[in-house]
T-cell receptor, first 115, second 114 residues
Framework: AQTVTQSQPEMSVQEAETVTLSCTYDTSENNYYLFWYKQPPSRQMILVIRQEAYKQQNATENRFSVNFQKAAKSFSLKISDSQLGDTAMYFC????????????FGTGTRLQVTL | GAVVSQHPSWVICKSGTSVKIECRSL??????MFWYRQFPKQSLMLMAT?????????EQGVEKDKFLINHASLTLSTLTVTSAHPEDSSFYIC??????????FGNGTRLTVT
């Protein structure tokens, strides 16, 4: 079974600053996907970024980037130039490859962006 | 992009009644639908996996007779909370694959049982 651990229940960052959210996971699989989802107060699940395990290059989406360390089973999210709209819960998630694979979520990190 | 439409977005019902939540895939065939439950300030917990035309697979600890799942077509999966009680009050959310795309989520249903 896979497990996903987010060790930071809450984080705070000032607007325009950079913040890194941590995530570690445990699996015996070699091929899988990793995701970061954002859940604002509306509770809609919004995909922030995804990483295929076979790719060594870290994924980047505008202000969001990841540091994927496969050997260490670490998948941190860096948010640059933080904006007030980034305030939300952030969930790290793991999914095995395959058409019927489920997502396994971490416990989440509540990020507050302040003025 | 692929969209999953979930209805209703919120519902209030009396204890003992049943509530049906629908999830429709709008522009792709959802062979598999995942149903999650989320308590306040907690993560999403998988309840069950439904596959079109077959019985759902429930996670350990989830009562299959209480949470009835039907996936009769490639575009519609339903979750019925039977004989609802206040402890069933929660946020329920569905998701499905679009091929190899990441999971697409519905917008969720906030259930309050009084």
């Amino acid at each position: 079974a896979q497990t996903v651990t987010q060790s930071q229940p809450e984080m705070s960052v000032q607007e325009a600053e950079t913040v890194t959210l941590s995530c570690t996971y445990d699996t015996s699989e070699n091929n899988y996907y990793l995701f970061w989802y954002k859940q604002p107060p509306s509770r809609q699940m919004i995909l922030v970024i995804r990483q295929e395990a076979y790719k060594q290059q870290n994924a980047t989406e505008n202000r969001f980037s990841v540091n994927f360390q496969k050997a260490a089973k670490s998948f941190s999210l860096k948010i640059s130039d933080s904006q007030l709209g980034d305030t939300a819960m952030y969930f790290c998630a793991f999914m095995k490859t395959g058409t019927a694979s489920k997502l396994t979520f971490g416990t989440g990190t509540r990020l507050q962006v302040t003025l | 992009g692929a969209v999953v439409s979930q209805h209703p977005s919120w519902v209030i019902c009396k204890s003992g009644t049943s509530v049906k939540i629908e999830c429709r895939s709008l522009d792709f065939q959802a062979t598999t639908m995942f149903w999650y439950r989320q308590f306040p300030k907690q993560s999403l917990m998988l309840m069950a996996t439904s596959n079109e035309g077959s019985k759902a697979t429930y996670e350990q600890g989830v009562e299959k007779d209480k949470f009835l799942i039907n996936h009769a077509s490639l575009t519609l999966s339903t979750l019925t909370v039977t004989s609802a009680h206040p402890e069933d009050s929660s946020f329920y959310i569905c998701s499905s694959h679009g091929g190899n795309s990441p999971l697409h989520f519905g917008n969720g249903t906030r259930l309050t049982v009084t």
